[in-house]
């Protein structure tokens, strides 16, 4: 079964601290490999995604890794700040979109 | 958000009447999707739609049936709803439909089923 998985459930940091979100996927006939935000009471709004031939996407304070090897793909954040706190998912991206759980985090002021 | 809406937001109904919600675009994208979302899991596929009459199971699909006479509108109808079907339900639509490019997403239904 193709399953993705996001460890930590929940993360609360400090604001500034770079941090990382972890996503890791069984399946290592991977397509593309996607991350979404999500706030509360709201839709999921693409931040990155990576092709297949791709290792890596870079946007903004935001870099998303992707090692089809190990079957990880890691999001990035730099200098987080309040307004990054979010529910951030990633999906392996096929003919559909298959998602984990999601980290949710929180930026402390 | 912007091309794609849901209605309703917001929907309080009692086990075993029937119930529909409703996805409706301005993006004339081929591609619309249904997925629910629980807690502790990610979004899991409900139905799809590949074009005006052309829909097709996801992973969750018991329970619910889908309807696209339109291409601007997807119809989810829960024909008995129980509570296992409380919820927080979305839709998305995609140009592509592979390969995850181009996913915009609604806002959201909260369903609660008592």
């Known amino acids: 079964k193709q399953e993705v998985t996001q460890i930590p459930a929940a993360l609360s940091v400090p604001e500034g601290e770079n941090l990382v979100l972890n996503c890791s996927f069984t399946?290592?006939?991977?397509?593309?490999l996607q991350w979404f935000r999500q706030d509360p009471g709201k839709g999921l709004t693409s931040l990155l995604l990576?092709?297949?031939s791709q290792r890596e996407q870079t946007s903004g304070r935001l870099n998303a890794s992707l090692d089809k090897s190990s079957g990880r793909s890691t999001l990035y954040i730099a200098a987080s700040q309040p307004g990054d706190s979010a529910t951030y998912l990633c999906?392996?991206?096929?003919?559909?979109?298959?998602w984990g759980a999601g980290t949710k985090l929180i930026i402390k002021p | 958000d912007a091309g794609i809406t849901q209605s309703p937001r917001h929907k309080v109904t009692e086990t075993g009447t029937p119930v529909t919600l409703r996805c409706h675009q301005t993006e004339n994208h081929r591609y619309m999707y249904w997925y629910r979302q629980d807690p502790g899991h990610g979004l899991r596929l409900i139905h799809y739609s590949y074009g005006v009459k052309d829909t097709d199971k996801g992973e969750v699909s018991d329970g619910y049936s889908v309807s696209r006479s339109k291409t601007e509108d997807f119809l989810l109808t829960l024909e008995s709803a129980t509570s296992s079907q409380t919820s927080v339900y979305f839709c998305a639509i995609s140009e592509s439909g592979a390969g995850g490019f181009g996913y915009t997403f609604g806002s959201g239904t909260r369903l609660t089923v008592v």
């Open positions: 990576i092709q297949s």
């Open positions: 999906a392996r991206a096929s003919y559909q979109l298959i």
């Open positions: 399946d290592s006939a991977i397509y593309n």
